[in-house]
């Protein structure tokens, strides 16, 4: 591709990365004059090479519209926050690099100044502080003179067998602790993009006499997470989850086996079933009820879930069910269909009552925020139009709203709910923040698509959104379709950089929910075990040809395909088995071989390529559950069954298109990738060069997402030229790249 083509589209990203993401939003106060909100922003910073991140404060009045607002202020090095429930105190947890090391600082301030400054490091309690979302807390207690959160915890130090010390060692500074031997003891973590998180503990900050403790009593198979202050001051309820035998990947999977628990007094409780994997616990305002998401541990790495209650000072410590799983759908209040809860819940989330809960979970092709009557166990859609509606924050009945499309980047807006809407889900939305228009924007569109197969299978049907420009002459434009990994997430409306970069280039796209996806009934999702391969290949085939028919302007000469992890065992799938339809692939970190990843992965229980019949009772977990295997290392598996499953991994696997193969392939590869190893994307690019076909590999030190700095600026425009050098029907000189 000439320099002058490359500059376009390097400048178009730049336009791009210009629009901020919306990532949380809180409600300070709430009065009859107006309201208060602070919401918190990230955005690409190109000279830097990284996200920055920035808040900014706004004041409405009492219909909600915005009296005033400041300059975004930068939040970058702040990892977590958290506000008295008064908002008389803010504790930051900060990273700060002094003497070309990084640190973790607590910083306590009031409305006029910084109080107190904890250096974690000096003060040696436990390791760094979790900020992640699978784990990480940061809360005040109710009397507003303690801080919880969840450390790394500290282990004795280690020293060789042989180590020559000094002559004389004053007293006073004699080691602590020090084991020997131990320093290269093998310690595990919790997988992909949680590496360094070994064994989490419970830790309070005291304000006051200013000590940090490490609380006991959790048991020692287990690891703490998302913790939260009973309203007494004395206990503590979290999540629990299992990590032994064995720690298996948390990102993307919420299937571990994992509890609700109080403690108290040192005292350890389970508060949720065995037998379940839980997250999201919340206090009503009242302390009266707790709630959490919870689905049954194991099988599909992401389901549909239930929402389950307790009355928590009541003597039967027994749940109830608020929602329950959705098989396929059910009806709900307004007319509307309801597929199940696949979302989290927002930290604050309850009316001010205690009686209504709000929530956002995704449905079909967008994502959609409900009204959940906890005495009438009714559902209740929010309107809203095409966009996604995602709830941030509630207090005092005031809603904060994420909305975005893949037209339109972040905005933030405000609504106050009434208990009429329950019936109408009308909650009247005032916008707070506006979003850049996009050169070009106006001439292009988006469209849902839902296709039902002509055939007696349990599920067949799936969905797919076509971006791209509205009109065009008869086969002008280049079609690509884009695949989403998991295997068990979706596609929502949603902004993303990447898509709108190929589509403002000059390309339109084809996002595609196949059988398998979440936000359609847990049968969708559970569907595809021991299919994989198979229906996912099918339905992508499927989207490509209906688009092609839908959208005349669509050129069949002129189709690519890119998508990562699952989604690039996909397109290396399709670019095997209709090597004449797709004539370029982008494949990021893509399962090759599943056979050969299987004992690699951090999450080796995917193994969803069996039949619900040929479950054999052996458990190992993306490879299990690919062939339908349970997952448990201490079963032993006989001979005869390890081969055939084994055999059925590699069956399932692109490797065996491998020299069907035409269409030049880029690959982009992490090296840190714990997700699906590095050595399946080189196993795909030496089986391509063999073959003669036209491959290209990216190597990043990056992990699975390649989201980081400089690895996502490089492969994001890498694909887009990749895509254009081999299926425009016009140079990327022609397309509007002005910027």
């Known amino acids: 591709m000439s320099s002058n083509q490359i500059e376009k589209i390097v400048s178009l990203y730049k336009t791009l990365a210009r629009n901020p993401s919306l990532s949380s939003a809180k409600i300070l106060h709430v009065k009859d004059s107006g309201v208060s909100i602070v919401s918190t922003w990230s955005q690409r910073n190109l000279e830097r090479k990284k996200n920055q991140k920035f808040c900014q404060n706004h004041i409405l009045d009492s219909r909600l519209k915005v009296l005033c607002e400041n300059f975004p202020i930068d939040v970058t090095t702040e990892l977590l926050s958290a506000s008295t429930e008064d908002e008389e105190r803010r504790a930051v947890l900060r990273q700060a690099t002094i003497e070309n090391t990084k640190k973790q600082f607590i910083e306590i301030w009031d409305k006029q100044s910084l109080v107190k400054n904890y250096d974690l490091a000096a003060l040696d309690v436990h390791g760094d502080v979790y900020t992640d979302s699978e784990f990480g807390s940061l809360e005040w207690s109710p009397d507003k003179t303690k801080v919880l959160y969840i450390a790394e915890k500290k282990l004795p130090k280690s020293e060789p067998f042989y180590k020559q010390k000094p002559l004389k060692k004053e007293k006073e500074d004699e080691e602590s602790e020090v084991s020997v031997g131990n320093e290269h003891i093998y310690k595990p973590h919790w997988g992909e993009q949680l590496v360094g998180k070994h064994r989490p503990v419970v830790v309070v900050l005291d304000t006051t006499t200013d000590t940090i403790s490490a609380l006991a009593g959790v048991p020692d198979e287990l690891s703490p997470a998302q913790v939260l202050w009973t309203k007494d001051n004395q206990g503590i309820v979290g999540v629990a989850r299992k990590h032994e035998p064995r720690h298996l990947g948390l990102i993307a999977c919420t299937n571990r086996l994992s509890w609700i628990?109080?403690?108290?007094?040192?005292?350890y409780k389970k508060l949720s079933s065995d037998g379940c994997a839980v997250r999201c616990p919340r206090f009503s305002p009242d302390e009266?009820?707790?709630?959490?998401?919870e689905r049954a541990a194991g099988g599909a790495h992401h389901n549909a879930h239930r929402l389950m209650r307790l009355e928590f000072n009541s003597e039967k410590l027994e749940a109830d069910i608020l929602v329950d799983i959705v098989q396929t759908s059910v009806p709900i209040k307004n007319n509307e269909r309801f597929y199940g809860l696949y979302g989290r819940l927002p930290r604050r989330c309850w009316s001010s009552d205690s009686r209504y809960i709000f929530l956002s979970t995704p449905q079909q092709n967008t994502t959609r925020s409900y009204i959940i009557d906890t005495k009438t166990k009714s559902v209740t859609d929010i309107l809203n139009d095409t966009s996604s509606l995602t709830i941030l924050d509630v207090k005092d009945d005031i809603i904060a709203f994420c909305q975005t499309s893949l037209l339109e980047s972040s905005v933030l807006s405000v609504g106050r709910f009434n208990p009429e809407a329950i019936n109408s889900g009308n909650i009247t939305k005032s916008q707070i923040s506006t979003s850049a228009a996009i050169p070009g924007s106006e001439n292009l569109m988006y469209e849902f698509s839902e296709y039902d197969y002509d055939n007696n299978e349990e599920i067949n049907h799936f969905n797919f959104i076509y971006f791209g420009p509205k009109s065009g002459a008869d086969k002008s434009i280049p079609l690509v379709v884009v695949v989403h990994g998991g295997p068990h997430s979706n596609y929502v409306n949603l902004f993303s950089l990447?898509?709108?970069l190929l589509v403002l280039s000059g390309?339109?796209?084809?996002?595609?929910n196949y059988r398998g996806s979440t936000g359609m009934g847990s049968k969708n999702v559970e569907y595809l075990q021991g299919k994989v391969g198979d229906v996912d290949v099918k339905d992508c085939l499927t989207a490509t040809i209906e688009a092609l028919q839908k959208y005349p302007w669509l050129n069949p000469e002129k189709v690519g395909i890119t998508g990562g992890s699952h989604g690039g065992f996909l397109v290396t799938h399709l670019s095997g088995q209709y090597p004449y339809l797709y004539k370029a692939v982008v494949a990021r970190n893509p399962v090759i071989d599943i056979a050969a990843m299987f004992t690699i992965s951090d999450i080796p229980d995917c193994r969803n390529a069996l039949s619900k019949e040929e479950k054999i009772m052996y458990h190992h977990d993306v490879c299990a559950a690919v062939v339908k295997y349970p997952f448990d290392e201490s079963t032993p598996m006989p001979k005869d069954d390890q081969i055939e499953m084994l055999v059925k991994m590699l069956k399932c696997s692109p490797i065996m298109?491998?020299?069907?193969?035409?269409?030049?392939?880029?690959l982009c590869i992490g090296t840190n990738d714990l997700r699906v190893p590095p050595s399946q994307g080189k196993l795909w690019y030496q089986r391509l060069k063999a073959n003669n076909v036209k491959t290209k590999m990216l190597v990043y030190e990056d992990n699975h997402p390649l989201s980081t700095g400089t690895a996502e600026i490089d492969n994001v425009?890498?694909?887009?030229?990749?895509?254009?050098?081999?299926?425009?029907t016009e140079s990327a000189e022609g397309a509007d790249l002005k910027g």
Do not use: M, R
């Not at 628990?261 to 005292?267: I, Q």
């Not at 298109?657 to 880029?666: D, F, G, W």
């Not at 425009?717 to 425009?728: G, K």
């Open 657 to 666: 298109n491998a020299s069907k193969v035409i269409a030049p392939t880029l």
């Open 507 to 512: 390309l339109a796209v084809v996002q595609v």
């Open 498 to 500: 990447d898509y709108y």
């Open 261 to 267: 628990f109080l403690l108290k007094d040192g005292e």
């Open 717 to 728: 425009i890498n694909a887009c030229l990749w895509l254009h050098e081999h299926i425009s």
């Open 288 to 293: 009266k009820y707790l709630i959490w998401l």
